[in-house]
């Protein structure tokens, strides 16, 4: 890459810090409609900081709710397109007595940045930009042709992005998808996230008797909801933690040797991912480590249990309904309606009928996991060993990032998820932060990135 | 027994029902402050009525709550003592807006006389009183010893009524209890009940993790603590309804076979039971009828449950901690003590080492069979026979009535449960009734009832 883009992002370091924190002073909280002028203010700010780095055409597109920043710089012909996502909402602040400096006032302790959104993603999002604009400096354009998508409603749920990308597949048409709002595996660990779980979602209701009933003079002649439910709950899992759901496994994409292989080289420590939980004892399905567990194996919770009795004292009830809210996390091939359909097919099976039985099937989304031999990944492991001075870990999530299904089936690319916050940044919590080092490390990778995805 | 007192109940048959109607206009509601006067108005009304039908030997005895109303009347030496206990206090009467009638102005329809207590209690406490006037109108004396003690604070717990037998064991030594508070077993079919189950009742706290965790982020690699309440609680029993707790079952006493004959020939609808529950299908332990199953087999009831999320939508969460309340029915000969120890013992032994668990014991008690043989049980049939022109039936309730046990265990002596309410008679509900010809025959029977137990 051109010594003048590198020599730039040294030179103008401070400047960048100075303007991030500009953008972590608007409390763009989307979740909070007393926030609403704030968030509109945010996207004005956004589009106005991509005009300034040099692409000019940049607007607010509006939606039923905050609006979407988009951006498009497209004079690269021959090149790829590439579409970069992130959000300029932030999480709520509460509770506020828990912060060390007010989460609007960017305050900077021992080389980290704290703010609300410093990590999640505004400090992300700058990053991206600063490493735009020290390309348009230096040589008047970009390496690649850039799309830019920011919205303003990830921290809701980002109700209006589905319906604004499907609206408009032809505008975002791109090669692939670039995406910082993963954190790094651990301090010193540049990471590519190549691999999300997916989920599906239910409320089980059981209905024993008309009106609850009185354990006396009933006992023993009915069946108990609550305890239908949780011997139905309990039997969907075997004691090696296996999920009984026949079928249940039979898409799953077995880990490689080459996985298991690098995930037990991450410097991962079992007992203090213990301790920190507070959990006596950790447990997951046999024969997999913690980091298998939580990437690339699908799991059974009951999320949420309620029935009879839960207050103070003892009442002698037999409850006439007890509701559940239980999920599984998906891993690559599971399909998500297939295992929905399994799900539901066992469960009215096993499911006695001595009770009636509703099954509400609520939000998910598919697994996903990106072809790491794809160029753009080698790409990313290039310029991420450029800018930090180390060869990147390829690693998972256990959670869902919707948008990069969104992406994957209703663009069909596949996306590059190279994130530089820390695991430990607070991201949803008081005190989050942001590692300067990263951050400018960050805009060194992404500098390169662009430059890289150019010979893909 | 002497023709007069058959004549003059027959003969006050209309002034009787008049004064139990001024007895039940009395509102008093023993759990709610409002109605503390009309309480000890209505304790003195009860000892004033005493004094007037001929035991002089009356008096208000007050406790830390509402007054016991104690009399007694001993000369008839040589004889036995009766020890006759009631109640005058009443349920509250909310729903108000669903009494056809008010609750505290006694109005017959039907040849049944509708107000709050007329069955629960104060129709049956009345009906005693009614057969002792008849006595001591025509003979001058009763045939046997008689104390009588009228609780306020049954429909609140009998708080201070432990107390009170504990301080006064001399007063009321006697050698037998009678009490009418019991339903018949169905309309034309007299019935005395010899057998009540007893109870141990727990909470089960169970915790995971130091907090609600994030089921993407952390799923697979720690144990679910909702998930093990339900996996627990679930293995409580077998397929069969048997509860699982190793020596559970020992100390049960096994029905005789005249029991299980007599269950057999009552006239219960098992289809009519189940529709009025408005349950799928019944469902208990196998190789029992419902009645053998609610009246002398042991039960494990999930009594409440809470974990996690169980608001509107869906939380992909792993709770923190999870709340159970258990309770299990007892029969003769289980121990509470013993059972509460053996499931203890039992869910500590099951608890996988993943969660902390804290176990706390509450309230509960005996169970309790009367001796079928004792010549008390005999008189009482007897009586009933003469007073309803029926052979009565002995049965037995699934609930608990924790006087029962407390006269067993401090003053030692069998009781005798005599009841003429219905299974319809809506105690704890809107238009609580009483029939008036079981009134009648109640009051003949227990008239014949004091002359039978001179015998024994």
Redesign the interface.
Known sequence: MDSRVINFIEQNKDRFVEELKAFLRIPSISTDPKYKKDVRDCAQYVAAELKRIGIEDARLCETAGHPIVYAQWLQAPGRPTVLFYGHYDVQPVDPLNLWLSPPFEPDIRSGELYARGSADDKGQVFMHFKSLEAHFKNSGKLPVNVKILIEGEEECGSLNLDKFISDNKEMLKADLVVISDTPMFARGVPSICYGL?G?V?F?IDLT????D????????????P??V?????????DPEGRVTIPGFYDDVKPLTGRERQEYASLPFDVEK?RRE?????????KGFT?LE??WA?P????????????GE???????AR??A?V?M?LVPDQDPDKIARLFEEHLRKVC?????LTITR??GGKAWLAPIDHPAMAAASRAYQKGFGKKPVFVR????IPVVSTFAELLKIPSVLIGIGLPDENAHAPNEKLDLGNFQGGILSTAHLYEELAQI
């Open positions: 779980r989920l979602y409320q024993g008797t008309s009106t009933l009185h354990s006396g003079s009933f006992g023993g002649t009915v069946a108990n609550a305890y439910a949780a011997r139905l709950l309990g039997e969907m899992k991912y939980l507070g959990a006596p004892e950790l447990w997951g399905e913690p567990q939580i194996r799991t059974f919770e009951v999320n949420g249990i309620v029935s009879g009795f839960t004292g003892a009442k002698t009830v037999i409850p007890a509701m809210k999920s996390r006695p009928k001595t009770v009636e609520m939000h999530e256990g959670g869902s």
